[in-house]
């Protein structure tokens, strides 16, 4: 929880220019007292949105999970411990990662995107993509207001980052790797109690592939990186618990 209008949120190891840094957070209670009651965080300086994302539930006691991506710089990769100004509601809690991806179309990283929100659901609701070519990463975020709780990730995800509240989960990063290109829909999960929900699926696109005269080489598929995992109480790369 945050009494100012930033958190500072340190980078994950091994980033180097090139790098795709990509923040995922989840924010409670969406009312800030900047652009009007229940208006959306700006994304820091230096970072965008992806595809459909926020995934915004604009309405007191709501949540929302914002996703804001940038390609490192020589900055980012000097030292090491840059530290990112993320936006926090004043008094609000803020749950997230940072995570750094390889492999990765430096030029154009997103090839889809989209999020979605529930409002006193007991499920996170449904997202789906379609992949436009082979050998894509899929992140995926969800969040909860309250302490309801998943037990189950879409299928094929493996979960890299979770935060919880008294071994209660209310927000979760998970990855998966696309081999060909479709359509992958993540179907609702339960979380076992109504409240708000939200949940964003994003699909990145690989580099480009090294063509020599006539050969084409194998474009290396992207990969996700994080600094550690946390599970319970506790902090990651910065994170506000609750």
Same mark, same amino acid.
């Given at each position: 929880r945050s009494s100012t209008l930033t958190e500072r949120n340190p980078e994950p190891s091994g980033v180097v220019v090139g790098s795709l840094l990509v923040a995922l957070y989840t924010v409670e209670h969406n009312e800030i007292t900047t652009g009007g009651? !229940?208006?959306? @965080?700006?994304?820091?300086? #230096?970072?965008?949105?992806?595809?459909d994302a926020p995934a915004y539930q604009g309405v007191d006691d709501g949540t929302a999970l914002y *996703?804001? =991506? /940038?390609?490192? !710089?020589? +900055?980012?990769?000097?030292? #090491?411990? +840059?530290q990112y100004a993320m936006p926090v509601q004043n008094g609000r809690w803020l749950r997230g990662c940072i995570m750094r991806i390889v492999d990765h &179309?430096?030029?154009?990283?997103?090839?889809?995107? %989209? #999020?979605?929100v529930a409002a006193s659901s007991n499920n996170v609701p449904? +997202?789906? *993509?379609?992949?436009?070519? &082979? %050998?894509?990463? @899929?992140?995926? #975020?969800?969040?909860? =207001? !309250?302490?309801? !709780?998943?037990t189950t990730l879409p299928a094929g995800f493996?979960?890299?980052a979770a935060y919880a509240n008294a071994s209660t989960k209310v927000n979760t990063a998970a990855q998966r790797t696309l081999a060909s290109?479709?359509?992958v829909t993540t179907g609702t999960i339960d979380a076992g109690a109504s409240a708000g929900k939200a949940a964003w699926l994003g699909a990145i /696109?690989?580099?480009?592939?090294? *063509?020599?005269g006539t050969l084409a080489g194998t474009a290396p598929k992207p990969a996700a990186a994080i600094a550690g995992t946390?599970?319970?109480?506790?902090v990651l790369a910065g994170t506000s618990p609750k």
């Open positions: 009651a !229940n208006a959306q @965080l700006p994304a820091p300086s #230096g970072w965008s949105a992806p595809p *996703v804001w =991506y /940038k390609i490192a !710089n020589s +900055t980012d990769a000097s030292a #090491g411990t +840059t &179309d430096e030029s154009s990283p997103w090839d889809a995107g %989209d #999020g979605a449904s +997202t789906s *993509v379609t992949t436009t070519g &082979d %050998d894509r990463l @899929l992140i995926w #975020g969800a969040s909860s =207001y !309250n302490l309801s !709780n998943w493996t979960e890299i290109a479709g359509t /696109k690989p580099a480009a592939s090294a *063509v020599t946390v599970r319970g109480t506790g």
